[in-house]
């Protein structure tokens, strides 16, 4: 039996959980988002609308992550973006031990994760949809 279908299966599914997590946190606590984007992104001035509007593009950005659509642009836009979101953080891994500074840790594991699943996303197979988008 083929192994790498099912481990590019587990990260996918693995890093879905975890970007669906961050995405509904825009939707049901806005204003934490809002201030994780004034904080880490330097990005002033998002309101609630706009919040919603970029948490439903994710939504959509995720399903077609999920069922493997469109994977070089899919696979990569999530792996751009949780990118932007580890190195955004850059200073807390300096102060590993200040806080919950630690937890910021954690993305480096995923982000090689995103890449090694960009990377394999032809073989990456199991349970995805075929789907020509013209």
């Known amino acids: 039996m083929n192994k790498l279908p099912l481990a590019l299966f587990s990260l996918r599914i693995s890093i879905f959980v975890v970007m669906l997590m ?20 330097s990005v002033g001035g ?23 659509i469109k994977r070089t642009f899919s696979y990569g836009l999530v792996f751009l973006l949780h990118g932007v979101s580890t190195f955004s953080a850059w200073p807390q891994y300096s102060q590993p031990f200040e806080g919950s500074n630690l937890l910021f840790f954690a993305a480096w594991p ?25």
């Open 22 to 41: 961050w995405t509904l946190d825009k939707f049901y606590n806005p204003a934490h988002a809002i201030a994780v984007y004034q904080k880490f992104y």
């Open 46 to 68: 998002v309101n609630e609308l706009v919040m919603t509007f970029i948490a439903g593009a994710e939504i959509l950005l995720l399903i077609a992550f999920l069922f493997g």
């Open 110 to 134: 995923m982000l090689a994760a995103c890449f090694t699943l960009f990377l394999f996303r032809d073989q990456d197979n199991l349970l995805n949809l075929q789907i020509r988008i013209k």
